[in-house]
């Protein structure tokens, strides 16, 4: 859970406790070594297996769980599924690779809170996290190609996902919006971050944070991922203009 740290000048900080679920033992340790360069950010435990994950989980909670999909044991799919059965606290960022398309759809319907390549920049990676602990969502570039590549060509074998078509409830959502919500709509559709749309449209964070805390209200979107198939069904922004933002 988060806690509170002192500074040199003697601050409070907020500490957001972070685990590492990966069966790749130099992986999980470079990316230890990143995480904790922050002074906001602290790894408190690992897990080279999902079943590993859930009993540390219980024992010692963390705000975010970095979690792979492919491990021995329970991958991170199931292990994800028993962290929400389970009612265990903390939000689970899955990290993929290209390659595991019908994962990441499995991961949304689990409940994920974010979904980023392995080959993901630091930087980014550190911006995650902290998005996640505060509660939002984020969508790499990668999966969200091929989520929106998915859902075009409808479900597959046993997905419950459904193809992008309009839904009786989407006019209103769209007639409420404000042009600078559908601006922000699309970035996000784009897999852009807060601070990304920050810098790009030249607002405040607490403005984009408010433009996004509307749009999930006004569509009636969980989180993110909701919000991207909002805007290719409405027509908010097309499939090759997401694709090409996320390219």
Do not use: Y
Request: hydrophobic share 45%; with cysteine; net charge negative.
């Amino acid at each position: 859970m988060e806690s509170l740290a002192h500074g040199s000048a003697g601050a409070a900080q907020t500490v957001t406790t972070v685990a590492l679920v990966d069966d790749e033992p130099l992986f999980t340790a470079g990316l230890a070594m990143i995480i904790e360069s922050q002074e906001d950010l602290e790894v408190i435990w690992q897990a080279d297996s999902g079943a590993v994950a859930l009993e540390r989980q219980q024992q010692n909670p963390a705000d975010v769980i970095l979690m792979d999909i492919q491990m021995p044991v329970l991958d991170g799919l199931e292990a994800t599924a028993g962290l929400i059965a389970r009612g265990l606290p903390g939000r689970v960022m899955v990290l993929t690779t290209f390659d595991t398309d019908d994962h990441v759809l499995q991961a949304i319907e689990t409940g994920a809170s974010g979904f980023l390549l392995k080959n993901t920049p630091p930087d980014r990676l550190l911006d995650a996290i902290r998005a996640v602990a505060s509660g939002d969502s984020v969508i790499s570039p990668g999966p969200t190609r091929r989520l929106l590549h998915s859902l075009q060509r409808g479900p597959a074998n046993d997905h419950s996902l459904t193809p992008v078509r309009l839904l009786p409830s989407d006019r209103l959502g769209l007639e409420q919006m404000t042009p600078r919500e559908r601006e922000v709509l699309a970035l996000v559709a784009a897999g852009w971050t807060n601070q990304e749309i920050c810098e790009r449209l030249w607002l405040s964070m607490p403005t984009v944070k408010t433009h996004v805390g509307r749009l999930l209200s006004k569509t009636g979107s969980r989180d993110r991922v909701q919000l991207v198939l909002f805007a290719l069904r409405t027509g908010v922004t097309s499939l090759e203009e997401i694709l090409q933002g996320t390219s």
